[in-house]
C-alpha cells in the first residue's frame, strides 16, 4: 500500500487514508468486488480514484448525480488528471466524442449516468474498452427498499454481463440498512465482496428537532444566528421552497431557490451562485444537494420533515463536510406526516412500475415514513435513533438536541458549547488567523472567478484553514499542507505562499 500512499499524497495532498479508505483501496487493487457504506464527507471518491490512478484501463463510475459527474470531473482536472463525463448535459455529438477520446485512452476516469449504460453507442464502447473497475455510486438506488430507487440501475447487472472481461466492481453508498446492503450484493452480482462499514455517526453534527408554533419566525431567528455562513433549507414541495426562499430574501438573506421545475439555466446559474459564495442560504426541494461536493455548508435544516431517515441523513450530512461544527435542525408539524403521505400515494399513482412492484416499494415507503415521525416525534438521543436506525449499537451522545434538553439547555441558533474540532480543542485556538483565512480565501475566489469553477475546486476551507495555521513558507512546507497536492502546488503554489508572505508582513 505504500505506492497507494504515495499517490494520495502526490495527487490529493493528504499524509494518512481516512477510516475505511485503506480497506477500500486494498480491495480493488487486490481485484476484489467491493461493497462500502461511508457516511458523507468521508470522501468515498478517493477510494475507487487511487486505485483508477495504479491500474491500466479505465475505470467507469456509474452515477445518478449530474453535478457531482461534473464536480469530480472538475476537481480531478485541477489534481491533473484527466477525466470525463458522458450524461444527458452533453449533446449526442459530445458524448460521441468523450467516448472517442476514452477509446484513445486520454480518460483514466470515466462517468456515466445508468440510464446511458444499456444504449447503442455506449454498449459498443463497452465491448471493446478495457475497464480496470467499474464503481456503482449511489448503489443504494438499485433496491426497492432504498429511498431513491431507480429502476436503471437494474441493468447494470445486465450491463456487465456484456463486457468481454468482468472487472473488480465496487459498490458505495452513504446510507443503507443491512436489508438494503443485501439487496446491493445480490443485484450487483457481487462476488464475495469485500465489505468496508465505517459506521453511521457524524460526530461534528448537532441534531435538533423544534416542534414551533410558528415555523417562518423561527426559521428566521435560526438563520439570522449564522449569518455569514452558507446553508441549506430543505422543503417538502416546490412551492414551500419558493415561499421560503422569498421570506429569506424580504429579510435581507442573500437567499435563492433551487427546484426540478425550475429552467435548467436558472437552476444552474442558482446552484453555481451557491457554490461560488455569492448566495448564503439555499431554500431547495430534495432535487438540490445530491452530489454537491461543497465543504463549507454550516447548517442544514428541514423546514419540513422528509419522508424517511435515510433520505434526512443524506441531506443533513452536506453539512459539516470540511469537518467543522455544523448545525442539522428539522422544525416539525403534525401535517407533515399527513403531506408525505399524500406524497407516496401520488408517486405510486404516477409510477410506471409494475402493479405489484408499485404497491411493495409504497408499503415500504410508508414504514420508512413511521420510523422518520417516530424520531421527529419521540424523546431521548437523536443521534442513537438514526445509528440504530441503521444497525449500529449507540447510546446517549450527550450532544445533541434529544440529550441537551434532558439538561434544560439554554436556546441559542443555536450550540450550548464552544464550537470544537472533533479532537476537543476549541476552534478559536491551534494558531488560526481569521485574517490570514480570508485572505487566503479571497485569492482563492480571484482564481475561482478566472477559471469559472467554484472555489472549494480550487482548495476547500479545511486546506486553507490548515495553510493559515502552518504559514508554509516554502514548497516543502507548503506540500505538507492537508489537501495540497503536487499538481495544485506547481498550479497555485507561489500565490499562496505570496499571500502568506505578505500577511506576515504586515503582522511582524
Not at 442573500?254 to 427546484?259: I, R, V, W
Not at 399513482?349 to 422518520?372: G, K, N, Q, Y
Not at 431521548?380 to 446517549?396: D, S, V
Request: with cysteine; charged share 30%.
Amino acid at each position: 500500500m505504500e505506492d497507494a500512499r504515495r499517490v494520495l499524497k502526490a495527487v490529493f495532498g493528504y499524509d494518512a487514508f481516512r477510516p475505511g479508505q485503506e480497506q477500500a483501496v486494498r480491495a480493488l487493487l487486490e481485484g476484489r468486488d467491493l461493497m462500502a457504506v461511508m457516511p458523507t464527507g468521508a470522501s468515498k471518491s478517493v477510494c475507487y480514484q487511487i486505485p483508477a490512478l495504479m491500474r491500466d484501463g479505465i475505470t467507469l463510475v456509474i452515477s445518478p448525480l449530474i453535478s457531482l459527474m461534473r464536480d469530480q470531473v472538475w476537481q480531478l482536472g485541477q489534481a491533473g488528471v484527466r477525466a470525463a463525463y458522458i450524461n444527458s448535459t452533453l449533446t449526442p455529438r459530445q458524448q460521441q466524442k468523450a467516448i472517442d477520446y476514452a477509446r484513445e485512452g486520454r480518460y483514466r476516469i470515466i462517468y456515466a449516468a445508468p440510464e446511458r449504460l444499456m444504449t447503442e453507442h455506449f454498449l459498443a464502447f463497452a465491448r471493446e474498452a478495457r475497464f480496470s473497475f467499474v464503481i456503482v455510486d449511489e448503489a443504494h438506488c438499485v433496491s426497492q427498499w432504498g429511498q431513491d430507487f431507480r429502476p436503471a440501475y437494474l441493468d447494470i447487472a445486465a450491463f456487465l454481463g456484456e463486457l468481454p472481461e468482468r472487472p473488480p466492481v465496487g459498490a458505495f453508498t452513504a446510507t443503507a440498512t443491512e436489508t438494503v446492503r443485501k439487496d446491493i450484493e445480490k443485484l450487483l452480482t457481487l462476488s464475495s465482496p469485500r465489505r468496508v462499514l465505517t459506521g453511521f455517526d457524524r460526530p461534528n453534527l448537532f441534531f435538533e428537532v423544534r416542534r414551533p408554533k410558528d415555523r417562518d419566525e423561527e426559521l428566521l431567528r435560526f438563520v439570522r444566528g449564522h449569518r455569514g455562513e452558507c446553508g441549506i433549507v430543505y422543503c417538502a414541495t416546490r412551492k414551500t421552497a419558493e415561499q421560503v426562499s422569498g421570506l429569506l430574501a424580504e429579510h435581507g438573506l442573500a437567499a435563492g431557490c433551487y427546484h426540478a421545475g425550475m429552467p435548467d439555466a436558472e437552476r444552474t446559474r442558482v446552484q453555481e451562485d451557491f457554490l461560488s459564495d455569492r448566495l448564503e442560504v439555499i431554500a431547495a426541494t430534495n432535487a438540490f444537494g445530491m452530489g454537491i461536493d461543497k465543504s463549507n455548508v454550516s447548517y442544514v435544516v428541514h423546514y419540513q420533515m422528509p419522508k424517511d431517515l435515510e433520505s434526512y441523513y443524506q441531506e443533513a450530512g452536506r453539512a459539516g463536510r470540511d469537518g467543522e461544527p455544523a448545525d442539522c435542525l428539522l422544525l416539525y408539524k403534525p401535517q407533515d406526516v399527513r403531506l408525505q403521505q399524500y406524497l407516496i400515494d401520488r408517486q405510486q399513482e404516477e409510477s410506471d412500475l409494475p402493479e405489484d412492484v408499485r404497491e411493495t416499494v409504497a408499503d415500504r415507503s410508508r414504514s420508512r415514513l413511521r420510523e422518520m415521525t417516530f424520531y421527529a416525534t419521540g424523546e431521548g438521543c437523536l443521534r442513537a435513533r438514526i445509528l440504530r436506525y441503521f444497525g449500529e449499537e449507540a447510546g446517549p451522545c450527550g450532544h445533541c438536541g434529544g440529550c441537551l434538553q434532558r439538561k434544560s439547555a439554554p436556546v441559542k441558533g443555536e450550540r450550548t458549547a464552544p464550537a470544537t474540532r472533533l479532537d476537543g480543542t476549541p476552534v478559536s485556538t491551534r494558531g488560526l488567523s481569521g485574517g490570514l483565512f480570508m485572505r487566503l480565501s479571497d485569492a482563492r475566489k480571484r482564481i475561482a472567478r478566472e477559471q469559472k469553477v467554484p472555489p472549494f475546486v480550487i482548495f476547500t476551507n479545511a486546506t486553507l484553514r490548515d495553510m493559515a495555521v502552518k504559514r508554509p513558507r516554502t514548497r516543502q512546507e507548503m506540500l505538507r499542507v492537508m489537501g495540497v497536492g503536487e499538481n495544485k502546488m506547481a498550479r497555485y503554489g507561489e500565490t499562496f505562499l505570496a499571500v502568506i508572505a505578505a500577511w506576515e508582513e504586515e503582522h511582524r
